[in-house]
């Protein structure tokens, strides 16, 4: 790299000597020697009022060229008018051959180096200004604006007018002119740069000046000039980095693909509700039905694919249409299942009335009792529905309701009882088994005791006031509850819905193409024919095993996994919630097999894996908005780096550091592997931008970010 930079260094200095070199062989042009150009009599005018007149020089032979890539080419410049162009430093480093009385355009004999023809004092009192009109219209605007203390920055050729302006711009502020129609053309190349443009409506500034007889100032006061700082404008203002408890954040539709997209969008759209409860009730309603048929990859092993599912939504909002929505073809099933058990309750009671004795007996032993098929609740505690796993009634299950309070303000949740019933939920949904103690002196005593490869999913939707005790409650953090689950707390729409639309009436959700694609999808998980029952011989649980697509889909898994682990190192994002990252990869393996498993596929893709993920990041960043995960009024990573590249890069113009001087030089709790993925999230929150300049790794920082002190 030294190397490198003394090659550069030495290649300017020696182009800078050849350029002073030629232009010391010529002499300067005089009035008689202009030809009775009148463009070049005026700057010569021009040049002579403002003191600069040695611009301008006779041309008395070919020139040949002694550097670059066109070293020793002879340039025919005999006979004509050289222009002298200097860089920011105001010294001359090459020439602008110009043809008196000729429509020739100049000919710039070293293009290589960025340089201007410099009308006036080269300083930071003057306002530079760059152009790249014509030579007549150069010395109309330089008339006009003489007692302005301006100086003009000429391009003699438009196509090396962006190098010119961002050279300049290295030493001093530099304007543009524009107009409304150009300005994202021209001002787009100098995003971040050290520029200000002008921009008029419809003339542009040389014609306002003619026929509008408006002086300088008088353009800049109109109400249709903008004037734009590109150094800020073009950057946007930067987001913060700090959590703001009061902001949801934004769900992650683009984690669903196909008819599952659809579908949440279309019951956001019927229920009026956001896109975060749609999806939750989706989710819920998938695991619901996907774990019945199938396991999740962890490890090496299997785990049950159920999820828990948390939503924040007050009374009103909308919870029970999108569960109507999402869960329609379930409650059809459940309803259906439950008047088939009461009419064959009916029967078997009906068969037992008139036997007595052995035959009573035997009718007994050999004809059980019918048991209630129900597989969703909404009202109950815990203990029932062990029971009904333990004694083999039921072995998929989903406690769904959108009043959550029946669940966190339960019997069950008071008191004693709550550790017990907390640890029973981690342990089924972890395991797939349940265990329930009862005393074999009570009326209800069996011999049984556990249940195995059971599933249970939650699905509860409840108010603030309900869920806010629950979330920062430390004995359902500490039993590893909420760790497992994921968290929604969406925006309220309430007070921006539409009811008095006649055509939005008229739009019948079960009418829809999308939902009803999505019901039949339902119906035949629900309602699958005995050959695919997932059961074994003896009626057991047999579900399938879902596996990596290949070995590259594993191990995107495991580096997302591996990303979350670092995370919670300290003085990392998630350094304050270890119990609830932990679980994050968990929860993103059954989603991803959700998914594939609705799609009718038998293994993940990497795809899956890289939208389940997003679905899992979405719910941490909740769940450490409600808790507010952060101490207060301390920094996180992201923060302090920031805030430590601002204070370097102040006074820099442009305010930019070379990102080597950054890795070895930032505060030592932020470089290593850690420094890299700041950069990234820095990047993507638009405090800064990472480019490249040759073999030099740039890190420019938005200037919104610098104010003076």
Not at 32 to 52: P, S, T
Not at 601 to 622: H, N, P, Q
Not at 647 to 653: L, M, P, V
Request: proline residues 5%.
């Amino acid at each position: 790299m030294t190397t490198t930079l003394q090659t550069n260094t030495h290649e300017k200095a020696r182009a800078l000597s050849a350029g002073l070199d030629m232009i010391g062989r010529f002499n300067a042009a005089t009035r008689q020697g202009l030809a009775d150009d009148n463009i070049l009599l005026n700057l010569y005018n021009l040049c002579e009022q403002l003191g600069v007149q040695d611009k301008l020089l006779h041309l008395d032979s070919d020139i040949t060229i002694t550097t670059g890539i066109d070293t020793g080419t002879i340039v025919p410049t005999a006979g004509t008018i050289g222009l002298v162009l200097s860089n920011n430093q105001d010294q001359p480093v090459t020439l602008a051959s110009v043809t008196p009385n000729s429509n020739h355009k100049p000919l710039i004999i070293d293009r290589m180096q960025p340089s201007a023809l410099i009308i006036g004092t080269l300083d930071s009192v003057n306002e530079l200004i760059a152009i790249d009109d014509p030579l007549e219209d150069v010395v109309k605007l330089s008339y006009y604006l003489i007692a302005d203390n301006v100086t003009l920055l000429v391009s003699l050729d438009k196509l090396l007018f962006n190098s010119m302006v961002s050279h300049f711009a290295e030493a001093y502020p530099v304007t543009i002119f524009t107009t409304l129609d150009q300005k994202d053309k021209v001002c787009k190349p100098f995003k971040g740069e050290n520029v200000k443009a002008i921009v008029t409506s419809d003339r542009n500034v040389l014609e306002h000046l003619e026929y509008g007889n408006l002086s300088y100032r008088d353009i800049l006061a109109l109400d249709d000039t903008a004037i734009l700082d590109l150094q800020a404008e073009i950057w946007g203002e930067p987001e913060p980095l700090a959590n703001d408890p009061s902001k949801p954040t934004p769900y992650p539709i683009n984690a669903f693909t196909g008819l599952l997209r659809q579908v949440i969008e279309a019951v956001a759209y019927y229920a009026q509700v956001p896109l975060a409860m749609a999806g939750q009730c989706v989710l819920g309603a998938l695991a619901h039905m996907g774990q019945r048929f199938i396991d999740a990859p962890m490890g090496h092993g299997h785990m049950p694919a159920s999820l828990i599912l948390i939503t924040e939504g007050e009374s009103g909002s909308g919870k029970t249409q999108a569960m109507g929505l999402t869960h329609f073809k379930i409650e059809q099933h459940e309803r259906g299942q439950y008047e088939q058990y009461l009419t064959d309750l009916d029967t078997w009671e009906a068969d037992k009335a008139g036997l007595k004795g052995a035959e009573l007996k035997e009718y007994l032993s050999n004809t059980l009792k019918p048991a209630n098929p129900k597989t969703v609740f909404d009202d109950a505690t815990i203990e029932p529905i062990l029971d009904k796993f333990v004694d083999g009634e039921i072995s998929n299950a989903s406690w769904s309701t959108d009043e959550a309070g029946q669940f966190f303000n339960g019997h069950t949740m008071k008191g004693d009882t709550a550790g017990n019933a907390l640890g029973a939920i981690t342990k089924l949904h972890s395991s797939g088994r349940a265990s329930r103690q009862r005393s074999q002196k009570s009326a209800h005593a069996t011999p049984r005791t556990d249940a195995y490869d059971v599933r249970l999913t939650l699905l509860l939707q409840g108010q603030r006031v309900i869920l806010e005790p629950a979330l920062t409650d430390p004995l359902m953090n500490g039993q590893g509850f909420l760790a497992r689950a994921l968290i929604a707390c969406p925006e309220d729409l309430r007070g921006q819905r539409v009811w008095d639309d006649a055509k939005r009436r008229r739009d019948n959700p079960y009418d829809n193409p999308v939902l009803i694609e999505y019901w039949q999808r339902c119906h035949s998980l629900l309602d699958s024919i005995p050959a695919n029952e997932p059961t074994d011989a003896q009626g057991q649980p047999q579900r399938v095993k879902m596996c990596w697509q290949d070995a590259q889909t594993e191990q995107a898994f495991y580096k997302h996994m591996q990303a979350i682990e670092n995370r919670q190192a300290q003085g990392q994002a998630l350094e304050y919630l270890k119990a609830y990252a932990s679980r994050m990869a968990e929860n993103a393996s059954r989603i991803a097999s959700l998914m594939a498993f609705f799609d009718g596929r038998k293994a993940i893709t990497t795809d899956d894996i890289k939208r389940a993920f997003m679905l899992v990041e979405y719910s941490t960043s909740e769940r450490l908005r409600y808790l507010d995960a952060t101490p207060t009024g301390e920094q996180n990573d992201s923060e302090k780096l920031s805030s430590w590249l601002v204070d370097k890069a102040r006074g820099k113009k442009p305010p930019t550091l070379n990102k080597s001087f950054v890795s070895q030089n930032a505060p030592n709790a932020l470089r290593g592997k850690k420094l890299n993925s700041l950069l990234d999230d820095l990047e993507s929150m638009g405090h800064i931008r990472l480019e490249s300049d040759g073999r030099r790794r740039l890190v420019l920082i938005n200037p919104k970010l610098i104010t003076d002190e």
